[in-house]
């Protein structure tokens, strides 16, 4: 079984706080997806990470992709509330056509 | 543009029932994925279609089944609901079946009560 396992699975922290995600599976991935999921929505695509060993920031998030791209981190600088909701890792094993999605964290950040 | 849509967002259902989920994509997005959503499971890969076409399918019972229509809409059923079908289910599209570099673009779901 294709597995991406995640933690922490839930993070309750201070508003300013710095924190990070992890992702891992035992499968190498072509590529890794990161989505936000708020309550009531569907999950909202934050980024792409395709190369081994590479790194994409979007403002205070930062995510790295393994370099045997069996691995995938997200950092959060300085949080804010605005940040609170559930974080999900998800790609293609690689040679595979089934999109398989992390276990989640969920993220909770108090002003 | 319009984001993708599913109708209806809650459903309320008896074991035994069958039900019916609609999802209509972005325009011009001829992928459409649908996955469930539980708190015990995770999102969990339900089937993908495109052009008409199941092309993948998860590890589901035969009782989900889908369909997708030429103007790229699809539907999910689930027949014989059970306790353990309530859920979140989300659909997605995108452009084609590009794999891992195509964005998919999620839908808000239906949240569906199985009683």
């Known amino acids: 079984t294709q597995l991406l396992e995640q933690s922490p699975q839930f993070l309750s922290i201070q508003e300013g706080e710095n924190l990070t995600v992890y992702c891992n599976s035992s499968s190498v991935f072509s590529s890794l997806q990161w989505y936000r999921q708020e309550p009531g929505e569907g999950p909202v695509l934050l980024v792409t990470?395709?190369?081994?060993?590479e790194v994409k920031k979007l403002k205070r998030l930062t995510f790295q992709f393994g370099d045997a791209r069996k691995d995938s981190s997200l950092h959060i600088t300085a949080a804010q509330p605005g940040d609170t909701g559930l974080y999900l890792c998800a790609g293609y094993p690689s040679g595979t056509y089934k999109y398989i999605f992390g276990t989640g964290t969920r993220l909770k950040v108090l002003a | 543009k319009a984001g993708v849509t599913q109708t209806p967002r809650y459903l309320i259902k008896t074991r035994g029932q069958q039900v019916t989920l609609s999802c209509s994509p972005i325009s011009g997005h001829r992928s459409v994925s649908w996955y469930q959503q539980t708190p015990g499971q995770g999102l969990q890969f339900l089937f993908e279609?495109?052009?008409?076409?199941?092309?993948n399918k998860g590890n589901f019972p035969g009782r989900f089944s889908g369909r997708q229509f030429s103007n790229s809409r699809s539907e999910m059923n689930v027949s014989t609901l059970e306790l353990g079908d309530s859920a979140l289910y989300l659909c997605a599209s995108r452009r084609g079946v590009g794999g891992a570099s195509e964005t998919q673009y999620f839908g808000p779901g239906t949240r569906l009560l199985v009683l």
């Open positions: 279609y495109f052009s008409e076409t199941q092309r």
């Open positions: 990470v395709v190369t081994g060993g």
